[in-house]
């Protein structure tokens, strides 16, 4: 056989080797068993970080692409028929074929992932999932905190039990022992002359008693639930004169009634009454 015919021989078996392969790829890109496109999630709302106020419950809105919503059970036939699983911190907290899901956080930082599962719950390969962290306060969700000493004014004169009023913004008062670094919520600790003296959980003034006279200086300070001062610092204070009202001396007033009687008694014993003559 000639170079020429063995040449042309080598090109038609190669061409028949392609086309082999081309025919067995359409067929197995056309067969029953075909590999649907990869899921996507993504949750759209809150962001991640996000500061969730006045001890509200958060909606979290999430979209997905190439998969089909169906509620657990109903036996989605497709490979990307199913639902999706809301986490918080870890703990199994719901299951969804809706978009959306409320959920009531307590207070504290907390991280909220969404998972993509199959009908019978079995999760994709690779995990399919989308996860933000979010802070929840029973404070307000914006505005620094703060706190204003509204009575009694700078240097002003006090009996030994007095009172100091306050008023708050952008913080919510509540009681010690949650958790701690939440925004915008805890007490307020109240120190006379630097010490410790009441913490407040509750809006109502700062009651002080029997305050010895001289100079007293009040603070009030901003602390979250574990006790610890607010990052920056937040505090009013104020400077007062404790006097006791003074005691009316009475020695005289008592001194001219004894000698009044005393004197009353020396007429009634040495100038008797005369009787009447007949």
Known sequence: MR???RHLLRRRAACLALAFLASVLLLSLSGPNVRAATPTLRIVSPANNALIGNGSSVPIVFVTSDFNLTEPGTGGAGPNDGHVRVFVD???YAVTAEPMVLLPLAPGSHVIRLQLVADNGTGFVPDVNASVTVTSTRGPAGGPPGIT???PAEGEQRGPDTAVSFWLTN???????GPASVPNEGHVEVLLDGVLYQE???YEPAHFSDLPDGVHNVTL???DSEHNPLTPDVAASVRFHVRAPGVIDISPAVAITNAVLAGAVIVVLFYPLRKGTP
Not at 171 to 177: E, I, M, Q, S, Y
């Open 3 to 5: 170079d020429a015919e």
């Open 90 to 92: 870890r703990t199994l």
């Open 149 to 151: 000493i509204v009575y």
């Open 171 to 177: 913080f919510a008062l509540v009681p010690p022992g």
């Open 200 to 202: 407040l959980t509750v």
């Open 221 to 223: 300070r901003l602390v």
